[in-house]
């Protein structure tokens, strides 16, 4: 089975398996490749945007942005400017889901590119504290209010492009295709980082820092170059040829499908908290409360975003096979024993035991919800209102734990100066996300295409 599941990562559908459908369009291999690898590759771009801010907020942002505040105060601070990001996500879904819904997913994946690639380049311009004082911050909260508002109309439709293209069985392996755009974001974002970690710490304040968000140009012409050369999905088209678009989406899901909504964003909670507190939280934790090298703990992260790029689709896979809510249970149960022992065993200050911590604790906690994730949430919502509901439910979680994991694991810190409230708050949400799981009802085997 190990063996089927690499294969079906590589080969792409042939067109008679595509054509499998019951109800379903007519998609040829060559266009499904194309789907794939556009969507890929641009959530790759968006989340690479995204991400690299974490990193500087964990590392300059309190340096430059917020000098005059003390070291914790300033990382608070710093975090505080890093979740406004989320808290702007459900903006984007609701804006960018509403024209998906009504005018077509394409035209909105190519605007939420360029939203966020502005958005991520003028960070890299931006003057600092000592240049212009309380502006830095000021247009620094700004421009990740537009990274946040890019991000969060980005996710629905590059899921959406991919599952209402692919065929009914694969559609938990495509729709984690997708997904693997966020470990990839991580892997670049920290590789470049850490490729810059070696310059002397004076030219990393001063320019160093800037060359992540600079390279996004690069990144995004290209991501853009590949999107416009696709074609609505099928889904999408039937629901137009019938004249039968969603007047107003949002109020649709919000109104009409309240426990879908509720349950959707239940599902997201933890698995977003813990990435976060892996990726963001754990290098303060790692560089400040226990003294250990930068370089150390975003080598860390980087292994665990690579082992990603296998582990997700694995789980995508098996979505496909035993079913979305079994995978999803097994996530939720072991993130409560990850709360248990990740800090004891990131304590131990040994290098070997954290990377494999953080790389193994993010696969089981993260990736396993997070890969069928990509099927099982759309999945969730009719072709009517499937971007607005897929896309509200997840940026609301992502507001409510992703983006304020951090300063919440931050605050509990500095409060008690211990890690168990933490490990607390991660079970809490853990049994959140099982709960939502027990809700739900298993969506593998529904034809999408007439919902």
């Known amino acids: 089975m190990a063996v089927q599941g690499a294969e079906a990562l590589v080969a792409p559908p042939s067109a008679a398996a595509v054509r499998d459908e019951p109800g379903g369009t007519a998609t040829s291999g060559a266009e499904m490749r194309r789907v794939l690898w556009a969507s890929v590759i641009g959530t790759v771009v968006e989340w690479y945007d995204f991400l690299i801010y974490g990193t500087a907020a964990a590392l300059v942002f309190n340096k430059i942005f917020f000098p005059t505040l003390d070291p914790m105060a300033g990382t608070l601070a710093a975090f505080g400017s890093y979740a406004v990001g989320f808290v702007a996500r459900p903006l984007g879904g609701v804006v960018f889901g509403h024209f998906g819904d009504r005018i077509g997913r394409k035209a909105m994946l190519t605007l939420t590119m360029l939203i966020m690639g502005l958005g991520t380049f003028l960070i890299g311009c931006l003057p600092t504290y000592a240049h212009i004082g309380l502006w830095a911050p000021a247009l620094l909260v700004l421009l990740r209010i537009f990274q946040g508002i890019g991000v969060g109309g980005e996710w629905g439709g590059a899921v959406l492009m991919v599952i209402e293209h692919a065929p009914a069985h694969r559609r938990g392996l495509y729709g984690s295709l997708v997904q693997v755009g966020f470990p990839a974001g991580v892997a670049a974002s920290t590789a470049t980082f850490l490729a810059l970690s070696t310059l002397p710490e004076a030219d990393f304040l001063s320019w160093g820092w800037r060359v992540p968000f600079l390279l996004s140009a690069i990144l995004v012409g290209v991501a853009l170059f590949i999107r416009l050369r696709l074609v609505e999905t099928p889904a999408f088209a039937k629901v137009k040829a019938e004249r039968t678009v969603a007047r107003m989406p949002f109020l649709e899901v919000i ?145 409510i734990s992703g983006g304020f994991s951090p300063i919440v694991a931050s605050s509990l810190l500095a409060w008690t100066g211990a890690t168990w409230p933490i490990s607390l708050f991660m079970i809490a949400l853990a049994v959140i996300s099982l709960v939502a799981t027990l809700a739900a009802t298993e969506t593998r085997d529904l034809d999408i295409a007439r919902q």
């Open 255 to 399: 109104l009409g499908q309240p426990r879908t909504f509720l349950i959707a964003v239940g599902l997201k909670v933890s698995e977003v908290a813990w990435v976060y507190l892996l990726t963001v939280f754990s290098i303060v934790y790692a560089t400040g409360t226990l003294g250990l090298p930068k370089r150390l703990i975003l080598d860390a992260i980087l292994c665990a975003a690579v082992l990603e790029f296998a582990t997700m689709p694995f789980f995508g896979w098996l979505s496909d096979k035993v079913g979305r809510r079994p995978i999803y249970i097994f996530g939720a149960l072991v993130s409560v024993v990850c709360a248990l022992v990740v800090f004891r065993l990131l304590d131990t200050r040994d290098p070997l035991v954290i990377t494999l911590t953080i790389a193994v604790i993010m696969s089981l906690t993260h990736a396993s919800m997070f890969g069928p994730q990509g099927a099982f949430m759309p999945e969730l919502f009719g072709t009517r209102v499937r971007y607005s509901g897929a896309s509200l439910g997840c940026q609301v979680a992502a507001a």
